[in-house]
């Protein structure tokens, strides 16, 4: 007498079972596959509307950065501008010094200090 070890090895993979394996449930527990099929979309559903969710919070935290990067712009931007214009203010009011200080006969040193105050900064800033 001959003894013959036979070894059957499945391998499935996906959501649902082969439909062997589905029939056997529905054997046993009548709607058993209904059921495991109905749970499998479920799930499937489920794992779309997290992928989306996903997304739209990738989304938003991307234009959240962007929105943050346009008002730090936008501050530059006008950091720079109040910067010339209180230059030019500068500027305005060394030259007006300046003249006043040689139509009252001051001291020319008096003069060049409110001249060179201009001067320094118009040089200072062409040179970089």
């Given at each position: 007498?001959?003894?013959?070890?036979?070894l059957?090895?499945?391998l499935?993979?996906?959501p649902?079972?082969d439909?062997?394996?589905l029939?056997?449930?529905?054997?046993?527990?009548?709607?058993?596959?209904s059921?495991i099929?109905?749970m499998?979309?479920?799930?499937a559903?489920?794992n779309?509307?997290?992928e989306?969710?996903?997304?739209?919070s990738d989304?938003l935290?991307r234009?959240k950065?962007?929105?943050?990067?346009?008002?730090r712009?936008?501050?530059?931007l006008?950091?720079?501008q109040?910067?010339q214009v209180?230059?030019?203010?500068?500027?305005?009011f060394?030259?007006?010094a300046?003249?006043?200080?040689?139509?009252?006969?001051?001291?020319p040193v008096?003069t060049?200090?409110?001249?060179g105050?201009p001067?320094?900064?118009?040089i200072?800033?062409?040179r970089k």
């Open positions: 007498m001959e003894l013959n070890n036979v059957l090895h499945k499935h993979q996906g649902l079972p439909p062997d394996t029939k056997a449930y529905d054997d046993l527990l009548p709607g058993a596959a059921t099929i109905k499998a979309s479920d799930e559903l489920h779309r509307n997290l989306v969710l996903a997304q739209e989304a935290a234009d950065k962007i929105e943050v990067e346009r008002e712009i936008n501050g530059i006008l950091s720079e109040l910067g209180l230059g030019w203010l500068i500027a305005f060394s030259i007006g300046a003249s006043w200080s040689m139509w009252a006969d001051k001291s008096i060049l200090a409110f001249l105050l001067l320094t900064t118009i200072n800033a062409l």
